[in-house]
């Protein structure tokens, strides 16, 4: 969360001078941390144990043990790499296992860096929506130098930048035009 002028004006350069990067008063940077699987997996592990000892219920049992499995197996599975060669065998694996029933197929790293990208994009639009409800402006920006942005907020190299969001009340120099969409009949179809 970016409050400091001078930060905000060298983010806006390396924004491409966006007039909505140029003019927020406030930008956040959703950033994807793959290198933190371990902890947050952890960190998850933690919690759910403290949610479920606190239910203290025998009918919770079995769905405590399936979360944590998720955490404690499923996780260090798909995100353990060794230089690539894990993703190649698991995705060999997964999609023998794949043609007798369904499975998780997106298991490679590439795979995994768009999951967890995915992942990022729909916190930024929760935290979109949240501004919006308490009666703030907002823009996702996509295009950036992502490499000039992580030097700028002096971030590991490991870390990938999701989006920028500008947050304040809008300001007429960072509005185009009317907000374009693309038709509704042409993006969605009911089956």
């Known amino acids: ?36 699987w371990k902890k947050r997996a952890q ?8 949610v479920f000892d606190k239910q203290n219920a025998k009918n919770t049992e079995k769905r405590r043990s399936a979360a944590l499995k998720y955490y404690k197996v499923a996780i260090p599975t798909m995100y353990t790499s060794f230089f690539g060669i894990l993703g190649l065998f698991r995705y060999i694996f997964f999609n023998i296992i794949g043609l007798f029933r369904p499975i998780f197929r997106q298991v ?3 795979d995994m ?29 996509e295009g950036s130098d992502t490499t000039r942005v992580k030097k700028i907020l002096k971030l ?23 907000r374009y969409r693309i038709p509704f009949d042409q993006v969605y179809k009911e089956i």
């Open 43 to 50: 960190s998850n592990v933690d919690f759910l144990n403290s």
């Open 156 to 178: 590991p190299s490991s870390v990938e930048i999701n989006m920028i969001v500008g947050c304040g009340v809008r300001h007429e120099k960072g509005i185009y035009t009317e």
């Open 108 to 110: 490679r790293y590439s």
């Open 1 to 36: 969360h970016i409050t400091d002028k001078k930060t905000i004006k060298s983010l806006a350069k390396a924004c491409f001078n966006q007039n909505a990067a140029k003019t927020a008063n406030q930008l956040v940077v959703f950033v994807v941390r793959q290198d933190l």
């Open 113 to 141: 860096r768009i999951v967890s990208h995915k992942s990022t994009a729909l916190a930024a639009q929760n935290f979109i929506l949240s501004m919006a409800e308490i009666g703030y402006d907002t823009c996702a920006m």
